[in-house]
């Protein structure tokens, strides 16, 4: 069942998986193996996300997007049977907060959308950037564009609605599927990333200011 409800979140045609890989002999796959190293190793997490010496800003960040992306992907994917049309008809982190969704093809205007329909046009958007070689470069010299963090700002800003909605609306399902601490990791890393680098405007990290009990942080 879980494969099927899957499936219905992410397109008919498509099974669910982390979409983005680094090619191995790349600099931003030995960038990646790096930052998961320091991540493996029990280092304090403010420290693991801190810029390597000599390493370049924007191959650091592009790393963590495509990285996170591929997480909090799964970690939703996880979530998803627990998020519907029925039980989250607005894309919402609580009563105070609602995510309106806007594109420059479909949905030129914010327009309401249920959880689960935000989600599939979000993780759509953001695959759609990470693949595109004018603003995710991958061959080695090939300068990133001027916007590039910019960009990266917008993907941040929107993959955090991810943990404030699982948060404030799933998270009994968290502790019952045994999955608080690993969700817990995967936000408090993304939470010192985005602060390390200013990549997010503070009041959007309003919703999860009062952390649900439990969170360790």
């Known amino acids: 069942t879980m494969a099927l409800c899957l499936k219905q979140v992410f397109n008919k045609d498509k099974t669910f998986r982390p979409r983005k890989k680094f090619e191995p002999g790349t600099q931003r796959f030995e960038l990646y193996k790096k930052a998961q190293a320091s991540l493996k190793s029990g280092l304090d997490l403010k420290?693991?996300?801190?810029?390597?010496?000599?390493?370049s800003i924007n191959d650091w960040i592009a790393v963590h997007v495509v990285d996170f992306f591929n997480r909090i992907n799964l970690i939703y994917g996880t979530m998803s049977e627990y998020c519907t049309e029925k039980s989250c008809p607005?894309?919402?982190?609580?009563?105070?907060?609602?995510?309106?969704?806007?594109?420059?093809?479909?949905?030129?205007?914010?327009?309401?959308l249920s959880a689960p329909q935000y989600m599939c046009m979000l993780m759509d958007w953001i695959e759609m950037l990470i693949n595109n070689e004018d603003i995710f470069p991958t061959r080695i010299g090939v300068p990133f564009p001027k916007q590039f963090q910019q960009v990266c700002t917008k993907i941040l800003t929107r993959l955090f609605r991810v943990f404030v909605h699982v948060y404030i609306h799933h998270f009994d399902s968290i502790i019952n599927m045994g999955a608080e601490?690993?969700?817990?990791?995967?936000?408090?890393?993304?939470?010192?990333?985005i602060r390390e680098f200013s990549l997010i405007d503070h009041r959007e990290l309003e919703p999860l200011v009062r952390m649900p009990q439990g969170w360790g942080g």
């Open 47 to 55: 420290a693991v996300v801190q810029l390597p010496p000599g390493e």
């Open 90 to 112: 607005i894309m919402s982190g609580g009563l105070r907060y609602e995510y309106r969704w806007q594109d420059d093809s479909k949905y030129k205007k914010p327009t309401k």
């Open 181 to 193: 601490a690993h969700v817990n990791t995967c936000y408090k890393h993304f939470y010192y990333f």
